[in-house]
């Protein structure tokens, strides 16, 4: 008879704190998107201290929804509550987060992601019994519109302001006028901030999947912007030669199932003296270093997005969202490129210029 495991009691109830923890984010993801959604944030930001019937009245919406809404804010610590007054009060912190959609560090869309995690469970429990990939497109589509909203404030903050600086020479070929391939763009948000900034370069997205591309159309044409900018349904390793003097990745070559042939075809693609702008999630090259809150959001998110669509592209080499500088850069020399070098960081992303 095997001996029943001596039970550490404080470690029992750190660790199921933390899990409720973590269930607690859950439901306090959904509060997010309805206060988003209904204008609640909007309606508190620069307001001040507010009572449940003013904040209802200025959104519209129902009083007792509103009051018992508030009370989960407040127990979250994500709006603040006056005991004396009885008010609530979006303090200015909060409210870059919750509700200024410009700013860098918003994240209610980002609650779509795992919204269409939950709602594609099926899909994932089948693929994990007989390892069958998902492609981006098989999801549900508050995947895609989620990953957009997310990553665009980010790229909106940096990519031109810090990012295409940090390579050499880059801006300077921008500013005179140049080809550029954002490869694998989505909603376009990257392509965009490009030709806002260089009126003088020409920019063309590529990805797989066709209703992104419709969204980065229409997006392109609201900026007016659609003369400068072309999108066309392609993979990675088969997008029209340029050649470019720039082409980008922006946190894409871990979905391929094939990175290595997408580097190849970046290096066929590429002007003389051109560059690859290499964008990926932040890690380090080992496991153990990883074990982290950015990295357990990027490891879950790999495990149902990430891994299943490269593993729909055939996988034959599934890097997921934690490949670390190493392994990406093993990707580029087997691809023939032969200066890679880190050229920034942030908490969330590595940025690399590869050269031929």
């Known amino acids: 008879m095997l001996d029943t495991p001596k039970i550490d009691e404080a470690r029992l109830e750190a660790f199921a704190t933390r899990a409720i923890g973590d269930l607690t984010a859950g439901y306090t993801g959904v509060m997010v998107s309805i206060g988003s959604k209904l204008g609640l944030y909007k309606a508190m930001a620069n307001a001040g201290p507010l009572s449940a019937q003013e904040i209802a009245s200025r959104a519209d919406c129902a009083e007792r929804y509103v009051s018992e809404w508030l009370n989960a804010q407040a127990a979250g610590g994500y709006i603040a509550y006056h005991g004396l007054s009885g008010t609530y009060e ?41 390892g069958k990939g998902i492609a981006w497109g098989e999801h549900d589509g508050r995947l895609s519109c989620g990953s957009a909203a997310f990553y665009r404030n980010g790229y ?125 999630p932040f890690a380090h090259d080992h496991v153990k270093d990883n074990l982290s809150p950015v990295a357990q959001l990027y ?41 890679f070098r880190r050229a920034a960081e942030t908490p969330f992303n590595l940025i690399f210029e590869v050269r031929r």
């Open 156 to 280: 909106r903050a940096s990519l031109v302001p810090q990012w295409l600086p940090a390579l050499d020479g880059v801006v300077e070929q921008l500013e005179a006028g140049i080809e550029v391939a954002d490869v694998g763009c989505g909603y376009g948000h990257s392509t965009l901030l490009m030709a806002e900034a260089f009126p003088n370069s020409r920019f063309h997205g590529f990805d797989t999947h066709p209703a992104s591309l419709d969204e980065a159309r229409q997006n392109a044409a609201a900026a007016g912007l659609s003369d400068r900018i072309d999108y066309t349904v392609s993979r990675a390793d088969d997008y029209p030669d340029g050649p470019y003097s720039l082409i980008c990745f922006f946190d894409i070559l871990h979905d391929l199932g094939d990175p290595v042939a997408a580097a190849r075809h970046a290096a066929k693609t590429l002007a003389p003296g051109g560059t690859v702008l290499l964008v990926e």
């Open 299 to 339: 490891y879950s998110a790999s495990t149902l997005i990430c891994c299943a669509h490269a593993i729909s592209e055939g996988g034959s080499m599934v890097l997921g969202a934690q490949a670390g500088q190493a392994r990406l850069a093993e990707v580029f020399r087997k691809a023939g490129f032969t200066h």
């Open 90 to 130: 979006l303090l200015p912190e909060q409210a870059m987060v919750l509700a200024d959609e410009d700013s860098p560090v918003y994240i209610p869309h980002a609650w779509n992601v795992p919204a269409s995690m939950w709602f594609d469970e099926p899909k994932t429990l089948e693929a994990f019994r007989t």
